[in-house]
């Protein structure tokens, strides 16, 4: 029970008015250690109770004579920050905590003066945590709690230098923690290179965990999978629907069709002006919208305990993705669907993804692709370049392709561009109507990742990334 956690009666009534009954397990297995002031890493899935597993303890242990901000909470992206504050502000409802949310694209000035009202709480995106710290406009000497939120993404979003500048302003006598989904080598490193004796707490993404998630995937060809949409959405009728694809492009091109079928609807991507996302994303919450077109880091933030149904529209280019779309339903004892379209090119990626969550996700319909051998109905345009025996190549993806209007030489004409790298250096590549699949040189690949993230491709910056 709760009560035998949290000590402070006006946040057990904050907690009991939003109906939580008893705590998960991750709740029962954080909670005492931030009481008794230890450290600790986490790992546990989206959708099990991990943001309250440290709110509830910070707010059971604010003291309200102190002014300055005595918890600081990292976040990976502004729609996130903004979720953990509206969780901050239910959970506090009878107590008089301040909070703060800070990130990019907002005035600092103006967020200088929103810390002289002396918030208990700051929550901020990394970049702009440490730009007011390096101002001193954040005093830390009365902070007790540091929580890193979502560290795996924090680390594919590059941010890891500005976690470790970050934790130089911080002294021995804070309390960090540090929460993910998963826990690849870089976030151990992490954690043991700036935090000393802490404890580690893993709840198992094991299939038992999903039980109220019903998953499923039909395969359907590409160019079908928007009439299979409609009739999939007709079929299930659900009341609150997020539909994911992996680029913007595609969300774009979802959305241009799905606004003629009549239902209350809206996309999110990362393209769109901050305001135009918060507003959408209110309407989304406000019941205004029943279905919603969505990138995977634009819903990162959504925290919505009655979503009902979640559609891959693709399946992610990578595997730890799945985890948090389908997160997204079945939240805090409810029930929720998640159904994934599954393209003959997607075949593959479907494997890797069983192997990845260790079980086998039911097909639901017609088996279409057993005999399927040299037809593929994914538009694909491969290059193949002479490649060089002795040198080791990885793979990393541009999120721009063919509808950019852009061919293989202009990807390789940009990656010559980079110091020290030559024709050898560059492999296959894979231009797929939305993305760009390329393979180059493995001790390089780093160097060129660097390079283009920060150039231009048709008029246009593209985010790029490594390829799992």
């Avoid at 009666?9 to 109906?19: A, D, H, Q, S, T």
Wanted: hydrophobic share 35%; glycine share 4%.
């Amino acid at each position: 029970m709760f009560n035998e956690l949290i000590k402070n009666e006006l946040l057990l009534r904050g907690i009991k008015r939003l109906k939580f009954k008893e705590p998960m397990e991750v709740q029962e297995k954080v909670i005492p250690i931030f009481n008794k002031r230890n450290n600790v890493a986490v790992k546990s899935q989206t959708g099990s109770g991990k943001t309250a597993a440290y709110l509830m303890p910070i707010l059971d242990n604010i003291s309200y004579d102190i002014s300055y901000p005595q918890a600081i909470i990292i976040s990976p992206t502004r729609e996130l920050a903004k979720q953990i504050g509206d969780d901050i502000r239910m959970l506090s409802k009878f107590l008089e905590t301040k909070y703060s949310v800070f990130y990019g694209n907002t005035l600092i000035t103006e967020q200088r003066k929103e810390l002289k009202s002396y918030p208990h709480i700051v929550v901020s995106t990394p970049s702009r945590l440490l730009k007011l710290l390096q101002r001193k406009f954040i005093r830390v000497d009365d902070l007790k709690f540091v929580v890193i939120d979502e560290a795996d993404e924090l680390l594919k979003l590059g941010f890891v230098e500005d976690i470790k500048q970050i934790l130089e302003f911080f002294d021995n006598s804070v309390h960090y923690s540090f929460f993910s989904a998963t826990y690849p080598e870089q976030i151990e490193k992490l954690v043991n290179d700036y935090i000393e004796n802490y404890e580690i707490v893993s709840i198992e993404d094991t299939e038992d965990k999903h039980l109220n998630i019903t998953q499923t995937y039909f395969e359907v060809e590409e160019h079908k999978k928007l009439d299979f949409l409609k009739n999939l959405l007709e079929h299930y009728r659900p009341k609150k629907c997020i539909i994911f694809a992996n680029t913007q492009n595609k969300v774009k091109s979802i959305y241009k069709v799905m606004r003629k079928w009549k239902h209350n609807i809206n996309m999110l991507h990362g393209g769109m002006e901050q305001s135009e996302r918060n507003k959408v994303i209110y309407e989304f919450k406000d019941h205004q919208l029943d279905i919603l077109i969505a990138t995977d880091l634009a819903a990162r933030g959504i925290n919505i305990i009655n979503l009902d149904m979640v559609i891959n529209f693709n399946l992610p280019f990578e595997n730890d993705f799945y985890v948090h779309r389908i997160g997204r339903t079945g939240r805090i004892f409810t029930d929720g669907i998640a159904v994934s379209l599954c393209s003959y090119k997607e075949t593959q990626r479907l494997k890797d993804l069983f192997s990845y969550i260790g079980y086998e996700i039911p097909m639901s319909g017609k088996k279409m692709f057993n005999n399927i051998h040299q037809k593929q109905y994914e538009d694909i345009k491969k290059t193949r370049f002479k490649k060089d025996k002795s040198v080791k190549f990885s793979k990393f993806i541009v999120y721009a392709g063919r509808n950019s209007k852009l061919k293989a030489h202009h990807f390789e004409a940009k990656i010559k561009k980079v110091k020290n790298i030559n024709s050898n250096d560059i492999g296959n590549i894979d231009l797929y109507p939305d993305y760009t699949i390329i393979e180059v040189n493995k001790d390089k690949i780093d160097d060129v990742i660097n390079y283009l993230k920060n150039q231009k491709l048709a008029r246009k910056v593209y985010r790029v990334k490594k390829f799992k």
